[in-house]
């Protein structure tokens, strides 16, 4: 199972549906004890140190509604499956209206990522913490993001928020 974060009560409950434990792929997640989604299924979580359980030095993790409102979907967040097995999704709302600037963003980040691999050279890897150091320039006030770019993320939790609001101000 994949999933961004945290806790994993996704993964919890699929593996109640299908009575088994299972593996879930995350950006961070809960690897404290008493997070009973963990007992008995398996959280492997990339942008974070193993001694890290709460996920509190992972930048991306310090920026998580940022990083979900950039890996949003064209449409509205799926809400639930109608009896035909059907998506049914919340209205569009200010993620979607800009998704076209999330292409031209995402095509940039590729274009990085190859041009760093390319003058690193042969052999040369992105890694996770590699990643998330990067990350941290921003996090941590060493790059700063333009108000263009800023004025299209917005935060759009249909099932917490019933509105959506800029992560930016």
Known sequence: MIDLWFNGRNQYYLSKVVGRCLTGFYFTANMARENECCKDNTLVPCFQATDDIW???SNIMRRDIFVESFLTAPYGMIKYLDEKYNFLCAPDGSNQK???ER????????DFM?????????GAKLMPWFTDC????YVNGHLELSSQLKDVFYYDNAFVHRGESKIFD
């Open 103 to 110: 292409i031209i963003i995402n095509q940039g980040v590729c």
């Open 55 to 57: 996920a509190e030095r």
């Open 98 to 100: 800009f998704f076209a």
């Open 114 to 122: 190859r041009d760093y691999l390319e003058l690193m050279g042969e």
């Open 134 to 137: 990067f990350f941290g320039q």
